[in-house]
């Protein structure tokens, strides 16, 4: 269905469009809510939170964005306002790391290059890895964990990009930021990403 | 290009930022390093595993109340 008719259906009360919709959005919503709150329950709220904004003013959307974009907003501004409600409770070193956040250097380990730049040892295949160790439960937690442990800035972004799948417009729109910002915070991220993985499926 | 510049430029040639002539010398050098184009096929499957995170199902009780308010909003809002 595309983004004009699937509004369409919904102000008609189409409601096997609502549960085809939340249905299809809630997993890529609950990411980006934890992306802010760490806790799985009031990530889980907060997704409910925003469904219910979203549908109280289904009216007032005008389409401008998707309706991907428009409820991703939504459930970006209930979360931060929760977290901000929890934020007495982050310790200080937390706080500390959005510095962190538009470092540059380089994002793979310096010892692996020769001094002609070459690799030393060459990165690993990972065309031989079984599908279901590449995407089976264990390496998805080990994902989960090194988003989890990104600073905060490179975690909405690679959440926003990779897991909810918007495009770099909507994202940029969205945060705030520029192409260039993004793509700087989105390769950090899915650099820190790819070396977890790769201590993991070493 | 020297591998270590090379991994650098991953995200920009994904996402389509390199100029032309970067992404004609990033083109070259993966075509001929076994150890880049390694990296680049290790991103690309990060990003397909990472796309998997949106597989989580919508509890059966959140489903429910959702669609009771959105039935709600359907039969009074207008």
């Known amino acids: 269905m595309g983004e004009g008719s699937e509004l369409d259906a919904l102000r008609r009360g189409d409601e096997a469009a609502f549960v085809d919709l939340i249905q299809r959005l809630h997993g890529p919503m609950l990411r980006l809510a934890m992306a802010y709150v760490a806790d799985h329950h009031v990530a889980e709220d907060v997704v409910q939170e925003a469904w219910l904004t979203a549908i109280r003013s289904l009216d007032r959307f005008e389409g401008r964005s998707s309706f991907k974009t428009w409820i991703s907003g939504i459930v970006i501004n209930h979360a931060r306002s929760r977290r901000r409600k929890e934020s007495r409770f982050l310790t200080f070193t937390s706080l500390l790391r959005g510095d962190e956040a538009d470092r540059r250097g380089p994002t793979v380990d310096p010892s692996r290059f020769g001094r002609d730049g070459a690799w030393r040892e060459l990165p690993t295949t990972w065309q031989n890895i079984p599908e279901d160790r590449l995407i089976g439960a264990e390496t998805l937690d080990r994902i989960r964990s090194a988003i989890q442990d990104l600073p905060p800035k490179h975690r909405e972004v690679i959440v926003l990009r990779d897991v909810a799948q918007l495009d770099a417009a909507a994202v940029g729109d969205l945060l705030g930021i520029s192409a260039e910002n993004q793509r700087v915070r989105l390769h950090r991220a899915r650099a820190a990403v790819r070396k977890s993985l790769e201590e993991y499926l070493a | ?78």
Not at chain 2, 11 to 36: K, M, N, Q, V
């Open chain 2, 1 to 78: 290009m020297r591998c270590r510049d090379v991994v650098e430029l991953m995200t920009d040639y994904l996402e389509g930022a390199l100029s032309a002539r970067d992404r004609e010398r990033f083109e070259e050098h993966i075509a001929g390093c076994d150890g880049c184009r390694a990296y680049l096929e290790q991103l690309r499957l990060t990003l397909k595993a990472v796309s998997r995170l949106a597989d989580e199902a919508i509890p059966e009780p959140v489903q429910a109340q959702l669609t009771e308010a959105f039935r709600t909003w359907t039969s009074t809002a207008r």
